[in-house]
């Protein structure tokens, strides 16, 4: 098939490149998707996308592709505005692989999605919203400790030990620090003490759970919080130093990954998303489970964990972007 594949303008990857120089690449998930569609026999053309949409809209007459691969994150330096893009291709009948737009917004706002699943009777913790240039005023019914983050951001942005706080004047200067260093709203959230677990989650209306994995912290002091911040995320450094990995969860028992498993479910549906997204979930020692958020169109490189989840129960790279792509082709005619 004819494949275009929306990357971010200064994301276009090489069609060519040496391995080594591709690990630590920026734009590794562009070229891990890129290559392997054309390894797969596919007609392949990345289109970098910055603040307009006539790039798009001429490419789609020009190219005229069967299905548009979407690794878009953010717009116009944007990250909310993502889902317009698709909404762009929706109303352009174009096939699109990953979440709708109706999905993108429910999932992208942690308050609305915490809402929903709230609504629905889906255990997710409590919380508040501190909205920039307002008052900072914590609920009485918000207990220490509190995680804060930002409201819309992703990849962990802005997180760091010092967003777990335990007093007033601590939960003040960070949600200061995320209104002026990350420029969005803040989200103030019970914090969930015990594990971090992500559930990788594939389909439309039938969907497949991968094995729940979790991100392991063997060597990290007792006295930093156990999350996962930018610096576990993305410093390979740190990650070395105190021997941070993640695999497939253990010791979950087979009545605990079910109930996870159903959960998972239940909140992809309640949000209304299609195509693949990764929840992430806190797990407490007496067997209590959290849903943090959902995370539609996750990081889909070679070897991160959404892919080697899929690879775990024995769905290879390529395997994992044809079904990506199917599910996308569907979308579209299912409604």
């Known amino acids: 098939m004819k494949i275009s594949v929306l990357v971010h303008e200064s994301l276009v990857p090489p069609e060519r490149a040496d391995p080594k120089d591709v690990t630590h690449a920026e734009w590794k998930t562009e070229f891990d998707v890129c290559s392997t569609l054309r390894e797969m026999g596919h007609t392949v053309h990345p289109l970098g996308v910055g603040g307009e949409l006539a790039v798009i809209r001429e490419m789609l007459d020009d190219f005229r592709p069967r299905i548009v691969f979407n690794l878009l994150e953010e717009f116009a330096g944007h990250a909310i ?4 893009v698709v909404s762009y291709l929706e109303l352009m009948r174009v096939p699109f692989t990953g979440c709708n737009p109706r999905g993108l917004i429910l999932a992208r706002d942690k308050a609305l999605s915490k809402k929903i699943m709230a609504w629905h009777r889906i255990p997710t913790p409590d919380f508040a919203v501190f909205p920039m240039q307002r008052r900072i005023r914590r609920p009485k019914s918000l207990d220490f400790p509190i995680l804060v983050k930002s409201l819309v951001e992703e990849a962990s942005q802005g997180i760091s030990s010092k967003s777990v706080v335990r007093d007033d004047e601590e939960l003040e200067s960070r949600v200061r620090f995320i209104h002026e260093e990350v420029r969005t709203d803040a989200i103030g959230e019970e914090f969930i003490d015990g594990r971090e677990l992500y559930v990788g989650i594939i389909g439309n209306e ?9 991100i392991f912290f063997d060597s990290l002091p007792e006295d930093v919080p156990h999350i996962a911040t930018e610096r576990v995320k993305f410093d390979e450094a740190y990650q070395k130093k105190y021997k941070i990995r993640t695999g497939p969860a253990k010791d979950l028992g087979e009545e605990l ?10 909140a992809f549906r309640a949000l209304g998303l299609s195509g693949y997204a990764r929840m992430d979930l806190r797990l407490r020692d007496d067997g209590r489970f959290y849903i943090l958020e959902a995370n539609p169109n996750p ?10 989840s899929a690879e775990a129960m024995g769905i290879s790279y390529e395997a994992l972007l044809k079904r990506i792509i199917n599910l996308g082709l569907r979308y579209r005619r299912t409604r």
């Open 81 to 84: 505005f993502d889902q317009n």
């Open 206 to 214: 039938r969907l497949q759970v991968f094995p729940i994995w979790e």
């Open 299 to 308: 990081q889909l490189a070679y070897g991160e964990d959404f892919a080697e």
């Open 257 to 266: 990954a079910r109930r996870i498993v159903r959960t998972c479910k239940r």
